[in-house]
């Protein structure tokens, strides 16, 4: 079993920066992949950020230039740094993380608002 707790959300206004870290505890060697999913009012949830146990990364071209997702294994955390914020961007983001046995984990979500 693995948890995940996010941080880091708020108000915002566009141009401006957040940064949203995800910690997980339980079964922490078991991850391979970790993510981070967003989903605004009536849209189905998309993937923004992923980050892979070797380290490559991917994002959705909608945040590419802007956002930076990184992953601390000493601290059990990956990050979303957030830069040039957009009032688009604004939503309910979750971190996910997948084990090597395919099984996946969500948090609780964290509201990032952006104004315009």
């Known amino acids: 079993q693995v948890q995940l707790v996010e941080s880091g959300g708020g108000l915002v206004q566009a141009g401006g920066s957040l940064r949203l870290s995800c910690t997980a505890s339980?079964?922490?060697?078991?991850?391979?992949?970790m993510a981070w999913y967003r989903q605004s009012a009536g849209d189905q949830r998309e993937l923004v950020a992923k980050v892979l146990s070797g380290g490559s990364t991917y994002y959705a071209d909608s945040v590419k230039g802007r956002f930076a997702i990184s992953r601390n294994n000493a601290e059990d955390t990956v990050y979303l740094q957030m830069n040039s914020l957009k009032p688009e961007d604004t939503a309910v983001y979750y971190c996910?993380?997948?084990?090597?046995?395919?099984?996946?984990?969500w948090g609780q979500g964290a509201q990032v608002s952006v104004s315009s």
């Open positions: 996910y993380a997948r084990t090597w046995s395919r099984n996946d984990y």
């Open positions: 339980g079964s922490i060697s078991s991850i391979n992949l």
